[in-house]
């Protein structure tokens, strides 16, 4: 009988893995295509499968803002927000459409999508850093501005210490032209409800009121971009019509309303795994469609533990794992495993800017995983997440020679962790407050459909699931073990 259960088990597994290949849909969104929006998109990668929903749609796309190529350059938001990567684009993704279209897709247009719009466009190296970690050009204006074009007086002064790309020191670049270019990955516009949450009426890692939306007066997350630089969709949206669509006109309103409807309505996770199976069986939650249909901002310590998805898989009952095969019985435990060591491994988290300073929580502290990545059922941080964890930093970042080096250097007060000199590949946050205790402060991310959107942290410091686990390891000498590490991983590859 159990040799008969396993079979069954695994012709299933087969069968539901053979109609997703045979069902599988065109994996790159050209802009103007004006395909059909279902409501429901299953994407394979290497983990399982990636599925997209789209809140009462079906939608047409066709005539739609957010898929209809308005700049100069030939690109839709979709472009850079595909949904095969979680509305996000991977590494493999750029690197596959440079292939299919010898590097004339408007992906790779000189704007942002080369290392520099001065190298020879039709080389790959050229555009290398897209291809190789899904890395953006950010063109950012020096002295500091807000997003309203108020200058801001930066406590700090900013000098170019290495430049292989030629961006912030050739003609029209660097800090005597006015500007400062980084590198940054795509943030995913999916499951926004979460990231717009407010769970404080101020900022605990500051100690200030949170701002206020310009447009109606509502408390912003502060959770929406890398550097906070947007505070809320309108002002994301036209910061990305204008500096990657190259859209000179700028939307109008119709247009921002059409494109919030539709990021409000989008939400993405990964819903198969290829070791687990489904993973919203045997009563565990994965999938998007709880992420439809739960409240966001709730503060996982006080309501629904982070990762409790997967809680109902840490006791599987005789009766039920006769029905998996062994491999899917261990990889469904060791996912219980991982949301556990998540939520409980504790260790002391040290020199950590928006953790152990402004106001602080003592140098060390000592908390887990779940300290930050605190939201019920996303991962991401119910308050505002700017937070230093060095991956752009020195001496904590890795030392890659491709990027930009900053030598930061503080005017005022010494920054708490660093010094009065930093060396950065990307300043972060303090290129939006002008502050030198916010260098090096990145918001943290949503962490649904990571198996789809590699590599991962800003600048793609991670190229794979486990790579971001050990990153935190070695930053923060946690001691994982072996299983506890592989447990992390195949979490983090079911979200």
């Known amino acids: 009988m159990r040799k008969i259960s396993l079979m069954v088990a695994g012709v299933a597994g ?74 996000s684009l991977s590494a493999a993704s750029a690197a596959r459409r440079w292939t299919e279209t010898q590097g004339k897709d408007p992906l790779f247009a000189a704007i942002d999508g080369a290392n520099c719009p001065s190298l020879p466009q039709d080389k790959r190296e050229s555009h290398s850093l897209l291809i190789e970690r899904g890395l953006f050009r950010i063109q950012l204006p020096w002295p500091v ?32 032209a006015g500007n400062i270019s980084v590198y940054r990955r795509a943030r995913p516009v999916a499951n926004m409800k979460y990231l717009l949450a407010v769970g404080f009426p101020f900022d605990p890692k500051q100690g200030f009121a949170l701002p206020r ?133 504790m260790f002391l988290i040290t020199d950590t800017a928006g953790i152990n300073s402004r106001i602080g929580f003592g140098n060390p502290v000592r908390n887990s995983c779940v300290f930050c990545h605190n939201m019920s059922q996303m991962g991401n941080d119910v308050a505002p997440g700017q937070v230093d964890l060095g991956t752009t930093t020195m001496p904590f970042a890795d030392p890659w020679r491709d990027l930009p080096l900053f030598r930061v250097t503080c005017l005022k007060a010494p920054h708490p962790h660093y010094g009065r000199v930093i060396y950065t590949m990307d300043p972060g946050f303090a290129m939006t407050t002008g502050r030198c205790a916010d260098v090096g402060k990145i ?33 923060y000498n946690i001691g994982y073990t072996e299983q506890e590490k592989q447990d992390l991983t195949n979490m983090m590859s079911a979200l």
């Open 14 to 87: 087969a069968a539901v893995f053979g109609q997703l290949s045979a069902a599988a849909p065109e994996r790159w969104w050209a802009p103007g295509e004006g395909r059909v929006f279902p409501a429901s998109l299953d994407y394979a990668n290497e983990h399982g499968t990636l599925r997209v929903l789209v809140d009462g749609g079906p939608m047409a796309t066709k005539g739609h803002p957010f898929f209809e190529p308005l700049g100069a350059n030939g690109r839709a938001c979709v472009t850079c927000h595909q949904p095969s990567d979680a509305m």
């Open 145 to 176: 501005k807000q997003w309203n074009g108020k200058p801001v007086t930066p406590d700090f002064t900013i000098e170019v210490m290495r430049d292989p790309n030629g961006c912030n020191s050739g003609p029209n670049y660097g800090p005597g």
């Open 213 to 345: 939306d310009p447009d109606d007066g509502s408390m912003m997350s502060g959770n929406i971009m890398g550097d906070n630089r947007a505070g809320n969709l309108r002002i994301q949206m036209e910061d990305a019509a204008h500096g990657h669509l190259q859209f000179a006109k700028g939307l109008n309103a119709k247009q921002i309303a059409r494109i919030r409807d539709f990021e409000m309505r989008v939400y993405t996770a990964q819903q198969v795994s290829k070791q687990a199976g489904a993973l919203d069986s045997m009563g565990a939650e994965g999938g998007p469609m709880k992420l439809k249909n739960s409240q966001p901002g709730a503060l996982g310590s006080i309501g629904i533990p982070v990762w409790s998805e997967f809680a109902k898989w840490e006791k599987i009952s005789p009766d039920d794992a006769k029905t998996l095969t062994p491999e899917q019985l261990a990889f469904r435990q060791s996912v219980a495993r991982g949301a556990r060591v998540f939520r409980d491994k």
């Open 443 to 475: 918001t943290l991310q949503s962490m649904r459909g990571l198996a789809a959107r590699a590599p991962y942290f800003s600048n793609g410091l991670a190229k794979d699931l486990r790579g971001i686990v050990d990153y935190y390891d070695r930053r």
